[in-house]
């Protein structure tokens, strides 16, 4: 087993405290159970044995009865401080494209992208190179760019497989600022935030202050962001609000006390757990009771942080001072780190502790959250920066609190472009729907909501009632002429996200591309 790659799965749960992780039901069952064959090796003709055997027996039945069925979906997260080199030509590895089973979302928070002034206004015309580089890789897999962030240097890109974006909804964004006294962005955090099947989670990609001795200003920025951070939403008005929280990025925390010798000795030998100790986030884990509520991963990998470029050497610079002076060379530190928050158990008050104690759900969610990190490592194969990415996978087992589009939406009919096209669109469910809100055509492995080949806007006059069926036709114009795989997509401008998707269906190859020579003719089935 690779000291560096394997590490033992952590779970946790959207019914565990803060301290405790083990409440849901399938924990209790297991409890149970031992506690069932604990009795039956101490029983004998004990009547006292066998009625507790019978108890034990009633109360593990009854969990069962208990179990919530669930889906399982795959979140990849990957962290990474390119240090404003340019993408290389190959992520594949990074994202791990080719692990079964495959992933459902990936999500990609990057620090020191280029952000000088003529590359920043340039970024915000068009997709930034790092952007291009993902959707380019993901877009032929069937995943989507769902929404993006940018603060100056600071991106953070959200994926998702198709199948999944009616159900990813109330997208919203976020960022502050904590350089040069909160007026700059080359520190701070970008934060994305939606519902997935009905529960709130919430990604912060952060880039805090550098150097050994500002652990302290390192927190106080985190707690600043955590605090001051909100969405335009009344059930999750705060990043903490959210039932799951990601938090990931160069957090900048380095290894205390020990010197760069020790510190080489230890990571050469495989002796990680010599530095874990003097590691300044779990030393002030210890210390501050908000990153108590945070899990990480064993650090199971090579610190991440300073590397000569193009190589897996450390830092072997001769840095100068201001003076000139010859200065000290960087001491590996776990820069890079990807946490995650479960949302703590809100302790009842006594009127509903009162409650509680004749209830027979004994507290268990409706629809849970299981949280359980499967990796936590490193990528030593890319080069490019100083630092090296940090790759974390999740499985969420989830209850989704719905399966059925606000939308649906399907075409009409066969579709070319020789005649005009029909599409209807009925509302499922109520929702604030606009009449900015428009269906997209798109070519099957889009890259995002906006690379659509054509659109037409909903219905204007008036909003439609929910189960009316609308019909819409798209001019023949518009639809391209080659034939093709495609898709039909209801883009809700106020939930900024696709809400209904037809299904694949196909537009024939027209009779306009045989006579613009797009195609060849076909003549007694020779071409």
């Not at 809100?346 to 509680?356: G, I, M, N, V």
Request: glycine share 6%; hydrophobic share 40%.
């Amino acid at each position: 087993m690779d000291p560096f790659t394997d590490s033992p799965r952590a779970r946790s749960d959207s019914m565990s405290s803060s301290v405790s992780q083990g409440s849901s039901s399938k924990v209790l069952l297991r409890q149970r159970l031992s506690q069932l064959l604990t009795c039956i090796e101490d029983m004998g003709s004990d009547d006292e044995a066998s009625e507790e055997v019978s108890r034990t027996l009633d109360e593990a039945f009854l969990l069962c009865g208990r179990f919530i069925p669930t889906d399982a979906f795959r979140l990849h997260i990957v962290t990474w401080n390119v240090a404003t080199a340019e993408p290389p030509e190959d992520v594949t590895s990074l994202l791990q494209l080719d692990v079964q089973p495959p992933a459902d979302l990936y999500v990609i928070g990057l620090q020191e992208v280029n952000a000088t002034p003529v590359r920043f206004i340039s970024d915000l015309l068009v997709e930034d190179a790092w952007s291009h580089v993902f959707m380019d890789t993901l877009a032929p897999r069937g995943f989507v760019k769902v929404t993006s962030m940018r603060m100056q240097g600071l991106l953070l890109l959200v994926f998702a497989k198709q199948l999944h974006l009616p159900f990813i909804r109330n997208i919203q964004t976020t960022y502050t600022r904590t350089g040069f006294f909160g007026y700059w962005g080359n520190k701070g955090g970008v934060t994305v935030r939606f519902s997935f099947y009905g529960h709130m989670v919430c990604f912060l990609n952060c880039h805090l202050a550098a150097h050994v001795n500002y652990a302290l200003q390192r927190v106080d920025e985190i707690e600043y962001i955590l605090e001051t951070q909100d969405f335009d939403l009344v059930d999750t008005p705060n990043v903490r609000d959210h039932k799951v929280v990601f938090w990931f990025g160069d957090l900048n925390f380095r290894i205390a006390d020990h010197g760069l010798h020790f510190l080489r000795s230890s990571i050469n030998s495989g002796r990680l757990n010599l530095l874990w100790t003097k590691d300044q986030l779990t030393m002030m884990k210890k210390k501050e009771a908000f990153l108590q509520e945070f899990e990480e991963g064993p650090l199971n990998f090579k610190p991440t942080y300073k590397f000569d470029r193009n190589g897996e050497t450390y830092d072997t610079s001769t840095p100068k001072t201001w003076l000139g002076f010859a200065g000290k060379k960087r001491k590996p530190a776990w820069t890079d780190r990807i946490l995650w928050r479960i949302k703590p158990k809100t302790l009842p008050s006594e009127e509903e502790d009162e409650k509680a104690s004749t209830s027979t759900n004994d507290g268990l969610d409706e629809y849970p959250l299981l949280v359980t990190q499967d990796k936590y490592t490193s990528d030593m194969s890319y080069g490019v920066s100083d630092h090296k990415p940090v790759i974390a996978t999740f499985s969420l087992e989830v209850r989704k609190c719905f399966d059925t589009p606000l939308v649906h939406v399907s075409p009409l009919g066969a579709w070319s472009a020789d005649q005009e096209a029909l599409l209807n669109y009925t509302i499922q469910e109520d929702f604030m729907s606009s009449t900015w809100d428009w269906i997209g055509l798109y070519k099957v492995g889009f890259k995002s909501a906006f690379d659509y080949e054509t659109f037409v806007w909903v219905r204007e006059e008036e909003l439609p009632e929910t189960n009316e069926v609308i019909q819409l036709s798209v001019d023949k114009d518009e639809i391209p002429l080659l034939g093709g795989h495609y898709v039909l997509g209801y883009y809700s401008t106020n939930m900024q996200s696709i809400i209904g998707l037809s299904a694949n269906f196909q537009i024939l190859e027209s009779k306009r591309a045989v006579m613009e020579g797009l195609v060849p003719e076909n003549i007694n089935g020779l071409n």
